[in-house]
């Protein structure tokens, strides 16, 4: 028998698009999944939205206050009974092969942990307007890139052997202001293995209400100094231990909203910072320097060197 798979959709103020969110999960090829919507206390009408699906397979949790994406994301876990997580967020799509796809592959490679998958983006009305950044298929570029960003994962195309969270404790952290999938991958790829499948798995819509919108619209200085610390924490926990001027150079050039061009010196502050990092690795024997050595060569040429301002 195919394995079961728990699809967990934290829902707050959705009803614009979970009722087609649901059914992008009612229409899979792959039938043998639950779904598990958390309400997180709505105030418009997206809990009369989900109670019209009568589907024996969608269960509904109600959170009694608003508790926030992480904490919904958590109970729907804690309360899933299948082998497999998929993540969907309330205005998001999965494609309709996803859940099939997805399973096969992590049938076929029990090595693999967290799986993801192509992306692409609509608009409030469900129009294409492109498709995302290129999928990652190596686990070892994944994990160096992790060291300073989550720019090549979609959390909602992600798919997770439920074994690995609760072997290692892993859990969505509250409190991120959004950033509890980049905390996440962080934490997952220090002891797990990540990969992804170029198939169309997932459709992230992009509107103005869009909750990472929202986020940097009413948090941004606090999500950048949090972006900051969750940087320093994955270099620390890789075991790099850099001066303060090379974290400081690293949070200020590798935010999660650049600037719009850098000065030569902070250039070649930031060749300095990476460069430290690699002699340190090539100290430790890591198993990944080679896709390490990409990695920095990649943020270096992609955030710095084709954006310095050559008059500063």
């Not at 508790?67 to 958590?74: D, E, F, L, P, V």
């Not at 497999?84 to 796809?101: G, K």
């Not at 090539?282 to 992609?302: F, P, S």
């Amino acid at each position: 028998m195919k394995p079961l798979v728990s699809v967990i959709m934290p829902a707050y103020n959705g009803e614009k698009y979970i009722g087609a969110a649901i059914e992008s999960i009612l229409n899979q090829t792959y039938e043998n999944w639950e779904l598990i919507i958390v309400e997180d206390k709505s105030t418009d009408n997206t809990l009369d939205v989900v109670q019209k699906y009568k589907d024996s397979r969608i269960s509904l949790y109600l959170n009694p206050s608003n508790k926030g994406i992480a904490y919904s994301t958590n109970l729907g876990i804690t309360q899933s009974k299948g082998k497999y997580i998929a993540l969907l967020d309330d205005d998001d799509l999965a494609t309709e092969h996803r859940l099939e796809w997805q399973t096969d592959f992590m049938e076929e490679h029990s090595e693999i942990d967290i799986l993801g998958g192509r992306s692409v983006l609509i608009d409030a009305d469900g129009k294409f307007m492109r498709y995302d950044l290129e999928p990652l298929r190596n686990p070892k570029f994944i994990k160096a890139l992790l060291l300073f960003s989550n720019e090549k994962f979609a959390n909602c195309s992600a798919m997770i052997r439920k074994s690995f969270m609760i072997k290692n404790d892993l859990w969505y952290q509250e409190g991120c202001l959004g950033m509890q999938d980049f905390k996440f991958y962080i934490d997952s790829s220090k002891i797990g293995t990540i990969t992804s499948i170029d198939r169309l798995v997932h459709c992230k819509r992009i509107h103005e209400e869009e909750a990472t919108n929202m986020s940097m619209k009413f948090h941004g200085e606090e999500r950048a100094r949090l972006f900051a610390q969750f940087q320093r924490e994955s270099i620390r926990k890789s075991g790099f231990h850099l001066k303060e001027e090379h974290l400081q150079i690293i949070n200020e050039i590798l935010s999660e909203t650049m600037k719009g061009s850098y000065t030569k010196e902070e250039a070649s502050c930031l060749y300095n910072a990476l460069k430290e990092i690699l002699r340190q690795a090539k100290e430790m024997r890591i198993d990944y320097l080679k896709e390490l050595e990409q990695a920095c060569k990649k943020v270096l040429l992609r955030t710095v060197l084709m954006k310095v301002d050559i008059f500063k």
